[in-house]
């Protein structure tokens, strides 16, 4: 009962989500000797608010590779408006905290979040739905750091994200296809990997062999959860080693 209980508020609120952010914020404040606390847990509030509006417009229009960290959100309509009013004052109280640079750079993030919101409506749109997240993702995970593009690190932050989203979207659907850009996405994640130092590497490749094993060898229902810790997993060790 309690462990029910502990992932339903895990998935409600996408805990694995918040490892994520703040993993690849933590590695950005290590590689630029910063750290903010304010930044850390802002950001955290700020993805969340994201993710959970895609998992319901995906759940309300799209209707296509739905899960159970879909189908949480049905049922729970007042607790559903509490967490978004939630969300949305302290994402925007931390907004209001920020120099107007940067809150014009989230501004923009926004923005791109309503474009993909607004395509996720069209078919020809899914084939580019995961390149469209990781680019997102990437640019709000980097909105603090002073990265000239094209810069290695934001290339290599993208193509871990896409690794990720490529294996949800193999293990969701199950088509060839994703098993062929699983694997040409693996070889450029290594390759910009090379640019930390081999010890990266390494980490690269366990979260590599951790997402095969889960496609392969496991029928773990907690694979989602499980792909997002392997995804940070690279992140937290270089901080932990560096």
């Not at 404040?29 to 606390?37: I, P």
């Not at 949480?72 to 120099?99: C, E, P």
């Not at 390494?202 to 951790?210: A, D, E, K, R, V």
């Amino acid at each position: 009962m309690v462990f029910n209980s502990l992932i339903f508020i895990s998935r409600w609120f996408a805990f694995d989500t918040i490892v994520s952010v703040m993993s690849v914020q933590l590695f950005l404040m290590t590689m630029f000797n910063q750290f903010s606390l304010r930044y850390l847990f802002g950001l955290s509030f700020v993805t969340v608010l994201f993710y959970m509006i895609d998992r319901l417009i995906d759940l309300k229009f799209t209707k296509s590779n739905l899960n159970q960290r879909h189908f949480i959100y049905r049922g729970h309509s007042l607790l559903l408006v509490f967490s978004l009013s939630f969300l949305f004052l302290i994402s925007f109280l931390f907004w209001l905290t920020l120099d107007s640079n940067y809150q014009f750079k989230l501004l923009v993030a926004f923005l791109l979040f309503v474009a993909h919101i607004f395509l996720n409506r069209y078919s020809f749109y899914s084939f580019f739905k995961s390149i469209a997240t990781a680019i997102i993702f990437t640019y709000v995970m980097t909105v603090f750091y002073h990265l000239n593009f094209p810069s290695w690190l934001y290339f290599f932050i993208f193509f871990v994200t896409l690794l990720n989203l490529n294996f949800h979207e193999w293990m969701e659907t199950e088509k060839a296809f994703h098993r062929y850009t699983f694997i040409f996405i693996s070889i450029m994640t290594l390759a910009l990997s090379f640019q930390l130092s081999f010890l990266v590497v390494c980490f690269c490749l366990f979260t590599i062999s951790g997402y095969l094993i889960l496609r392969y060898f496991s029928q773990n229902q907690y694979w989602f959860e499980l792909g997002e810790l392997l995804y940070s997993f690279p992140f937290i060790m270089y901080v932990l080693f560096n």
